[in-house]
């Protein structure tokens, strides 16, 4: 090697050797908030930079105390000075307001659907003490109860029996409990609901509506928490509890006890335009959440409800109908690298009616179970696609019986291939495109897909999104009575129906006008194609081999929109819907077209809540539904057997079109105030009052005919309506022990 080669080498080396003198090896990681890795995220400094891997690790030469810049499209930045350290480092980032995990997976969009949590319900009129899912939800847009004895809700002209309840993506037993009180659902178990009325997700599929998924979650908590209720309705218990090393498992559980019946008899006994009915009912929830390890986790939820109705529609017909529900879910859930999560779902419900009647020795009885289990998964892949894909299989068993020892049964299975692609091509822009494929065996087989697609638009302040979703269904429920009720028996598909089949669009923006004044409206068209009903002589022998399903098409479109504001103690909105749907069957009404009873042309809804200070809480709410249609008796006929003088005459109803007469509009106001103060710095009591209908106004249930004897050989036959509340004032007094759980109520 020659001189020059030797001095240059040296002073390469010597230059090499200065200037690695400041730099040192870093080593660290990136996770989220939980302590999941997050891959791909940038990592720079002035003059280099690297990306963390699949396990979150990075590893990069920097100089002493350098600025680390660390960055990822989903994720807030971070600012940090390196230092020499010999350990690695671990960076905490916190997710962004629109990231892609909420967007994609955990929470679906912000847009086209409703979410609730305990917070938000008990904001709202607590009505007679009870907080309540379903009646928070009937104060949204586009919802609206139908009457006092359907505990269902209507999702933008659907009908009540087209919509299903879930925990955690799971079908439960239907809310069973009557009137627009309270349904077996309590937010305190129940601590997040989602509701979709239109964009479904692929794995939501079987109803035609609409679909409220509830959570289980963990509530904040110290070590345990307990609340009790007591009202002049009912009475509540409630305790959650963390057990275990480190409090990693929750457990709930909720208690309720009503003693309406009560209330009616005092009310009978004053009033002189007829009775109430003695209606009591009961529901125990219970739920549990534990963490495994690190990355898995287990949680389980069960619910069981009885009611029980003893109706005197006249001196001689006296009628009792109990009904229960039964639900549990289980759930093993395991965290994934990316955000990824796998659950694995299990459960089981349901749910029994049985009636009796004195005149006429009548037993009905009527009983459908069902069991699914399901597995999912959600990944993303990279900052701008995510996946969420999973399978599904359920059975339903049904059984129906005219006394205590005929039985017909009837059963289906079903199996589901389901999955959405998401994709983020910058902030601004969400595409989703899903499809749900089921295989359906019942007394015929046959395949459905259903597909999905929604666009999204977020830009600052302002909301847009189109959608399009297609969803079947494979049951429908035989009305009991001329008005639905819990009564309903539920049908599986017969031998010629194929499933019921729904294709939803609808267009909506949601913009803020001013701080905490938010405008939402959307516009929403549904066609209906093989939707089912059943023939008038299906009641007449209740057997599923001869009861008729009939099948026909319909529609649905309309207008909602509401306005919210928030503002420190203040929280008000306004809400109006406004609709047309319509139904029909070649074998009802002579083929005409008609409006069933959840056409609800009008419906509007005014929400206020005030915290005076942190003790006194008011509310006040105020509804507002157009008249539902009814089937009302176009003519009795008399019946009495000749050949003995002694028997009792029986007055039997001629019926003629269904839904030929429309109820008066309905419409009442809430109002509640609640005080809450501390009890020696830990405890706490909260003393509710209000009133249910507080200017009385009669809300219409259902009419129906009574005979009157005007002379020795005459009867006349006159038109009664009946409601089921009227005008109610309440009061309850809560305890809680600990000082969250005063806060909570």
């Not at 660290?28 to 979150?56: C, F, H, K, M």
């Not at 892609?100 to 609730?116: C, F, G, Q, W, Y």
């Not at 000749?642 to 839904?659: F, K, M, Q, S």
């Amino acid at each position: 090697m020659s001189k020059l080669s030797l001095f240059f080498f040296a002073f390469v080396l010597l230059f090499s050797s200065q200037s690695m003198m400041g730099q040192t090896i870093l080593n660290g990681r990136v996770v989220d908030d939980e302590g999941i890795a997050i891959p791909d995220v940038l990592i720079s400094t002035n003059t280099q930079s690297t990306v963390s891997d699949d396990d979150g690790f990075f590893v990069l030469s920097i100089s002493n105390d350098s600025l680390l810049t660390i960055t990822h499209v989903n994720y807030e930045s971070k600012y940090i000075v390196a230092r020499k350290r010999k350990e690695t480092i671990v960076v905490e980032l916190k997710l962004k307001s629109r990231q892609l995990e909420e967007v994609s997976i955990v929470d679906e969009s912000k847009v086209a659907l409703d979410r609730v949590d305990l917070h938000e319900i008990s904001r709202m009129n607590v009505l007679f003490g009870e907080s309540d899912v379903i009646k928070y939800l009937v104060t949204l847009p586009g919802i609206a109860s139908i009457n006092s004895f359907d505990a269902g809700i209507s999702v933008r002209g659907g009908s009540t029996t087209e919509n299903a309840f879930l925990v955690k993506g799971m079908r439960i037993a239907d809310p069973t409990h009557i009137t627009s009180l309270v349904t077996a659902f309590d937010p305190y178990v129940l601590s997040r609901s989602t509701v979709y009325k239109s964009g479904f997700p692929s794995m939501y599929n079987g109803r035609l509506s609409g679909y409220v998924d509830m959570n289980n979650e963990t509530i904040e908590i110290e070590e345990v928490e307990a609340e009790l209720s007591v009202g002049i309705i009912s009475s509540s218990a409630k305790v959650a509890i963390l057990i275990g090393k480190g409090g990693n498992n929750q457990i709930k559980f909720s208690a309720r006890q009503t003693y309406l019946h009560l209330i009616s008899t005092m009310y009978n006994r004053k009033s002189k335009t007829g009775t109430l009915p003695k209606y009591g009912f009961q529901d125990y929830s219970l739920s549990y959440h534990g963490r495994i390890s690190d990355k898995w986790s287990l949680s389980a939820f069960g619910l069981v409800s009885g009611d029980e109705l003893p109706f005197e529609l006249t001196q001689n017909d006296n009628q009792h109908m109990q009904w229960n529900a039964q639900s549990a879910v289980v759930s093993l859930d395991r965290k994934l690298k990316r955000n990824g999560s796998l659950k694995i779902l299990g459960g089981v419900n349901g749910n029994e009616s049985v009636f009796e009647q004195d005149s006429n020795d009548q037993y009905i009885s009527s009983e459908a179970n069902n069991q699914s289990v399901s597995v999912r998964w959600d990944q993303p892949l990279t900052q701008t696609f995510a996946y969420h894909m999973g399978y599904s299989y359920e059975r339903n068993d049904y059984s129906l019986s005219k006394n205590e020892r005929d039985e017909s049964i009837s059963n289906n299975s079903m199996q589901s291939l389901y999955g959405d692609l998401i994709v983020f091509p910058n902030l601004n822009w969400v595409l989703t495109g899903g499809i749900n494929m089921t295989y359906y065996e019942g007394l015929r087989s046959f395949y459905d897909v259903s597909p999905r697609v929604k666009v999204e638009y977020l830009l600052d302040d302002l909301e847009l999104w189109v959608d399009y979703a297609r969803t079947r269904q494979y049951e429908e429920k035989l009305p009991f009575f001329a008005i639905r009720s819990p009564m309903d028996i539920p049908v599986p598909l017969g031998d010629n129906n194929q499933s019921a089949r729904c294709d939803a669009v609808s267009l909506g923006a949601k913009y803020e006008l001013l701080e905490g004044l938010k405008l939402t409206s959307s516009v929403f068209f549904k066609r209906l194609d093989y939707i089912k009903d059943f023939s008038a002589s299906s009641r007449s022998n209740l057997e599923f081999e001869y009861i008729e399903m009939v099948e026909g098409q319909g529609h649905a479109y309309g207008v909602e929109a509401e306005l919210v504001w928030t503002h420190q103690k203040l929280s008000a909105g306004v809400n109006y819907t406004y609709l047309e749907s319509k139904r029909q069957f070649d074998e009802i009404n002579e083929g005409d077209v008609f409006s069933p009873p959840f056409d609800i042309t009008s419906s509007a809804g005014v929400s206020l809540s005030y915290a005076l200070n942190r003790h006194w809480f008011m509310s006040a709410f105020w509804t507002y539904t157009s008249g539902i249609y009814v089937t009302v008796p176009e003519g009795v006929a008399v019946a009495k057997d000749i050949t003995n003088p002694g028997t009792t005459v029986n007055y039997v109803p001629i019926y003629g079109d269904r839904y030929n007469y429309r109820l008066p509009a309905r419409h009442r106001l809430d109002l509640g105030i609640s005080y809450r103060r501390p009890v020696k710095n830990k405890h706490a009591i909260k003393f509710s009052g209000g009133t249910y209908n507080t200017y009385n106004h009669k809300n219409v249930d259902f009419i129906y005919l009574e005979a009157e004897q005007t002379s020795t050989y005459l009867v006349s036959f006159v038109p009664k309506s009946r409601m089921v509340l009227p005008f109610v004032p309440y009061l309850s007094i809560t305890f809680y022990l600990n000082e969250k759980g005063g806060k909570n109520g």
